[in-house]
């Protein structure tokens, strides 16, 4: 079964640290997408990408997060520098973003504490 | 107002029980609807997906979806201990991930032996 990669599985780390968090998006997958989990708030998107290219980063607070995707293979999100509002669990999907019946698929997050 | 509301529960019930998950929505232009599972310490997994109107059948697990009131529904029958998860429902307007999906909390289920 093709998965979703996120590395790491857990971070914990002080405020005022960056953070970087990896996903590897399943092959074939042209679609990417960035959310974070918490108990308040349930699951946000934060940003999502096409072939690479950004389409949407509206939920991201653009003063510290980034997200790239250097190649086809890997995603990145940056948190710099880290806050303790920011520990929550964060999740990467991806998709065929190709219409019909093609749905997201999650990776098992990265769960983050920042202290 | 939030776009999609779920009552978070949690809900318990006995094994073999039949169990009815919910959410309702306010945007009309959502055509592609579904439901996740969550276990503990893991990502949501994809369990119905449906477009529009109408119901869908799976093994022990219907979803169903109203349009005209803005609801839908996910039915187990004969729950067993396994399904002990959190589920989420989930909706898009453009469907096959060419948008972002707008999630309800999530309603935590436990299911007892």
Sequence with gaps: DARVTQTPRHKVTEMGQEVTMRCQPILGHNTVFWYRQTMMQGLELLAYFRNRAPLDDSGMPKDRFSAEMPDATLATLKIQPSEPRDSAVYFCASGLGQGGNQPQHFGDGTRLSIL | ?113
Aim: net charge neutral; with cysteine.
């Design chain 2, 1 to 113: 107002q939030k776009e999609v509301e779920q009552d978070p529960g949690p809900l318990s019930v006995p094994e073999g029980a039949i169990v009815s998950l919910n959410c309702t929505y306010s945007n009309s232009a959502f055509q592609y609807f579904m439901w996740y599972r969550q276990y503990s310490r893991k990502g949501p997994e994809l369990l119905m997906y449906t477009y529009s109107s109408g119901n869908k059948e799976d093994g022990r697990f219907t979803a169903q979806v109203d349009k005209s009131s803005k609801y839908i529904s996910l039915f187990i029958r004969d729950s067993q201990p396994s399904d002990s998860a959190t589920y989420l429902c989930a909706m898009e307007v453009y469907g096959g991930s060419q948008g972002n999906l707008i999630f309800g909390k999530g309603t935590k289920l436990s299911v007892k032996p």
